[in-house]
């Protein structure tokens, strides 16, 4: 999956749009076992001008996901950009799979979350607190071990 820049170079100020809409074998992008909900998406917008390649590049797709707090699975969303001016002597193509992986490494998330208010698990007594209130009180918790700790050191 490359796109040669030789149209683009003999016909400066014109831009091109590209789309590449594939599963995400066809990007490489499979070998972790990741669980994609739909095709991966990469649009490139090039143009030639003044001796150099502006170039626009996005991705989109979705993971089946497992929330790094509550542990339920989830659809996560993951897009990314990129644009660059690419000086004309040093390139004669774009490698649009290298360009997409780039792009969803950039985007993958070291610790998924299924909302930025996900509540998580209770760490008393493992419930999931976005859908029940099992009624730990976590801070009597935190005072019964600090007042425990003081009697310790005393
Ligand atoms: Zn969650
Ligand atoms: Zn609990």
Redesign the pocket.
Known sequence: MHISLETLRNSPGQTYFYEFIREAAAFDLTEDGACFDRPVEVRLEAVFRDGKFHVFGSMLTDLISECSRCLQPFTLRLEGQWEDDLPAEEVQDLDVIRLARELYYAALPLKPLCAEVCKGL?S????D?NHEN???DLEQMHDKLSVLKKLLLE
């Open positions: 209770c008393v007594c493992g419930a607190r099992c009624g730990c």
